[in-house]
C-alpha cells in the first residue's frame, strides 16, 4: 500500500513539474480542456489532454 502512495505522489511531482512545458506546446488548451475562475482562483480540468497523454502511455507500455 505504502508503495502505490509513493508511486502515487511521484506521479503527481513529476505532472506537476512539466506541465508549464506541456502549457506552451499547447496541452491543457485542447477542445475538451476546461479553464475557469472561481473565487479569484483559476481551475484547470484538463480532460482530452489526459485522454491524449494515457493513450500515449499506454502507446509506450505497449513497445516495450
Do not use: C, Q, Y
Amino acid at each position: 500500500m505504502f508503495r502505490w502512495l509513493l508511486a502515487i505522489f511521484i506521479i503527481l511531482l513529476l505532472v506537476n513539474a512539466v506541465t508549464p512545458w506541456f502549457k506552451k506546446i499547447g496541452f491543457g488548451r485542447l477542445p475538451g480542456d476546461l479553464n475557469f475562475t472561481l473565487f479569484g482562483r483559476e481551475f484547470n480540468l484538463p480532460f482530452t489532454t489526459t485522454i491524449i497523454l494515457s493513450l500515449v502511455a499506454v502507446g509506450i507500455a505497449k513497445l516495450i
